[in-house]
């Protein structure tokens, strides 16, 4: 049962444009929701994070936006650069009842210079 | 400073070596934590150490052994692996529960072990 999904396993967008990622859950326990990026063979880099009582969370050119209702999340990247292009992971955590990190199945990013 | 370290970077070890990973941060995290990642796969955990006792253990076959010597290190000893066990091993750390309501989680960059 794949609690955190990412349907688009690649996306690639030119550089200086917008990138969205998109994650949807289905577990409405979760109250917290990060993102990561990883290169191959290295550990996932921490980027931005959102607290389920907020809707929107920026961090220079990362902003995460929640829609609980829809139990959807999205990672927008503005503007992209080719440095960015990765695997991104959401992850999601249900933190009154334990720290486990739950990861969705990730989306491969190409920013095209 | 969000570093967490591990050794080695890469291990082949045949299916009867018995060897170990490492794991080190000195952000003062009480919470530890080992991954396993496949190729082309989301990690998955495998054990949880809160405060130097294990919290979460997923299932784990036996021949995964976890330590935690102090609250700054994380070990995982491996015995009698299968070529299947070949993955990357990820490590994180977190400031522990009760501290933060909702924690981050800060990764290695992974040791990739090869079991012949």
């Known amino acids: 049962d794949q609690q955190v999904k990412q349907n688009s396993p690649s996306l690639s967008v030119q550089e200086g444009r917008i990138s969205i990622l998109n994650c949807d859950y289905t577990?409405?326990?979760?109250?917290?929701f990060l993102w990561y990026k990883k290169y191959p063979a290295e550990g996932p880099t921490f980027l931005i994070s959102?607290?389920?009582?907020?809707d929107k969370n920026e961090d220079g050119r990362f902003t995460v936006f929640l829609n609980k209702s829809a139990k959807h999340l999205s990672l927008h990247i503005v503007p992209s650069q080719p440095g960015d292009s990765a695997v991104y992971f959401c992850?999601?955590?249900?933190?009154?009842?334990?720290?486990?990190?739950?990861f969705g199945t990730g989306t491969l990013l190409a920013v095209q210079p | 400073d969000t570093e967490v370290t591990q050794t080695p970077k890469h291990l082949v070890m045949g299916m009867t070596n018995k060897k170990s990973l490492k794991c080190e941060q000195h952000?003062?995290?009480?919470?530890m934590y080992w991954y396993k990642q496949k190729a082309k796969k989301p990690p998955e955990l495998m054990f949880v150490?809160?405060?130097?006792?294990?919290?979460i253990n997923e299932s784990v076959p036996s021949r995964f052994s976890p330590e935690c010597p102090n609250s700054s290190l994380l070990n995982l000893h491996l015995h009698a692996l299968q070529p299947e066990d070949s993955a990357l091993y990820l490590c994180?750390?977190?400031?522990?529960?009760?501290?933060?309501?909702?924690?981050?989680?800060?990764f290695g960059p992974g040791t990739r072990l090869l079991v012949l």
């Open positions: 994180a750390s977190s400031q522990g529960p009760g501290q933060t309501y909702q924690e981050t989680q800060y």
């Open positions: 577990n409405s326990m979760f109250d917290y």
């Open positions: 959102i607290s389920s009582i907020k």
């Open positions: 992850a999601a955590s249900a933190t009154h009842a334990t720290n486990k990190l739950i």
């Open positions: 952000m003062g995290h009480r919470a």
């Open positions: 150490y809160s405060y130097e006792k294990l919290s």
